[in-house]
């Protein structure tokens, strides 16, 4: 079964603007990870929530986490062209990834 | 620091034909797994070692074989080659409590 399922599956919007990118999961977990993938390449790690943290900043990056309902938050704020690409959240537990958000910021 | 490499970045087969690809990790890592990824999908996981001498099945395991080499490295290996295993190929590895480190994958088409 699916650890982490994102949503939207594909996301465009103008330069400067907000995306907000959603995660669901099934089970109990020790931490959340976000990653990005850019066409062609491996998955590079963004971020990391612990289960007993709410919110975390990296930069333009804001990630919240609700336990009670198994769900995560990605936020980038500012975004510029070279944000595009393939978003996915993965938990530990189960190794397993979502089929992503495809982000796409136009300039 | 080269991270996570792996070896080849490309690869036709043919139906049938057998080959290994290589991963390697410099970062000391115990863990280490191996991902395949299909046009428009997130990764599934093929097989995982926790540490050197152990492998275990992940989700979707048929039709693949490994090795942990040594700690540096994870092999992966397609002993008859089916048109259903073309994909990107990921390596990862990670250290305790830590995410995970990708290889750039390799590309893979079975004819």
């Known amino acids: 079964s699916q650890q982490g399922e994102e949503d939207p599956q594909a996301l465009s919007i103008q330069e400067g603007e907000n995306a907000t990118m959603n995660c669901s999961y099934k089970t109990s977990i020790n931490n959340l990870q976000w990653y990005r993938q850019n066409s062609g390449r491996g998955l590079v790690h963004l971020i990391l929530i612990r289960s007993n943290e709410r919110e975390k900043h990296s930069g333009r990056l804001r990630v919240t986490l609700d336990t009670s309902k198994k769900s995560s938050s990605l936020l980038i704020t500012a975004s510029r062209a070279a944000d595009t690409a393939s978003y996915f959240c993965a938990t530990t537990v189960g190794l397993t990834f979502g089929e992503g958000t495809q982000l796409t910021v136009n300039p | 620091n080269a991270g996570v490499t792996q070896t080849p970045k490309f690869q036709v087969l043919k139906t049938g034909q057998s080959m290994t690809l290589q991963c390697a990790q410099d970062m000391n890592h115990n863990s280490m797994y191996w991902y395949r990824q299909d046009p428009g999908m997130g990764l599934r996981l093929i097989y995982y070692?926790?540490?050197?001498?152990?492998?275990d099945k992940g989700e979707v395991p048929n039709g693949y074989n490994v090795s942990r080499l040594n700690k540096r490295e994870f092999s992966l290996r397609l002993e008859s080659a089916a048109p259903s295993q073309t994909s990107v190929y990921f390596c990862a590895s990670r250290g305790p409590n830590q995410p995970q480190h990708f290889g750039d994958g390799t590309r893979l088409s079975i004819l």
């Open positions: 070692s926790a540490s050197e001498g152990t492998t």
